[in-house]
């Protein structure tokens, strides 16, 4: 005899205490009968008479609409805090702008190196000067902005700086996020080419590395060391005695900066 199944409904759940339909997406159920049985129903299936009044279980047809359910079950999850591992994945933004301020300490060393040459009727010389050296310990303060690229924590930065020289710095910035601990920590490597300017000016290049935290969605603090090298124009002249010129004499300079650097960056 062909069996003639009847979805148990809302109405049907009277007569089976906790018993409930089992959509696909749930889970097995083992659910008490009134007289005592218990019936194991898997996912995707549902209890249902037949013409003779037995009880049997089936699997629910998948194009069919889910059935309504007597009770929902909580859904038991573990609570675990929010963690926040890059701006796009919290805004959905890949490149932004952003903003910040910089802070740096250096231990700079200058090497000096002067030449001249006398030549007149009388005597003529010409010396290359020994190279001398000095060095410091120099604070900065910078303003920085640019574009950030939150997905893969790249950036191309435009700095500021001010301190013993004003210098003008561009950047590029690669995020290491393989490379990433502590869920939130991205290391980083960067490199530089700067102009400086003083009574003289000069070009710098040096690379750098450091790491990045993102604060929040919308501000990164970061961190790092560079290594940074300024080439400054010679400085040349020409002596005179007597309104004639005996002779004339030239100025080089290079800086070597090592500097620990820390900053903050607002995104927009």
Request: overall charge negative.
């Amino acid at each position: 005899m062909k069996a003639a199944p009847i979805a148990l409904g809302l109405i049907g759940m009277l007569a089976f205490a906790d018993t409930v339909l089992v959509s696909p997406s749930d889970r097995d159920r083992v659910i008490k009968l009134n007289d005592g049985r218990q019936v194991r129903l898997s996912a995707g299936s549902e209890l249902v008479y037949t013409d003779d009044g037995k009880l049997i279980t089936r699997r629910l047809n998948p194009n069919a609409a889910a059935p309504t359910q007597a009770r929902q079950q909580p859904s038991l999850r573990t609570s675990q805090p929010p963690v926040i591992t890059s701006a796009a994945e919290s805004t959905g933004e890949r490149w932004r702008y952003f903003a910040g301020a910089e802070g740096a300490i250096a231990s700079v060393s200058r090497s000096y190196s002067d030449s001249y040459s006398v030549d007149n009727s009388a005597f003529r010389e010409a010396v290359e000067g020994d190279r001398d050296s000095t060095s410091s310990t120099e604070f900065a303060f910078g303003v920085v902005a640019g574009i950030k690229d939150a997905q893969e924590e790249n950036l191309y930065q435009f700095a500021v700086y001010f301190g013993d020289v004003t210098e003008l710095v561009a950047s590029a910035q690669i995020g290491l996020t393989s490379l990433t601990f502590a869920d939130r920590f991205v290391p980083f490597v960067k490199a530089q080419l700067g102009y400086s300017f003083d009574k003289e000016s000069a070009l710098g290049y040096g690379i750098g590395a450091g790491v990045t935290y993102p604060f929040s969605p919308n501000v990164d603090l970061y961190g790092g060391l560079d290594f940074y090298l300024r080439s400054w124009n010679d400085v040349s002249g020409s002596g005179y005695n007597g309104g004639s010129q005996i002779g004339t004499y030239k100025t080089s300079q290079d800086d070597t900066e090592i500097r620990l650097f820390v900053g903050a960056r607002y995104l927009f």
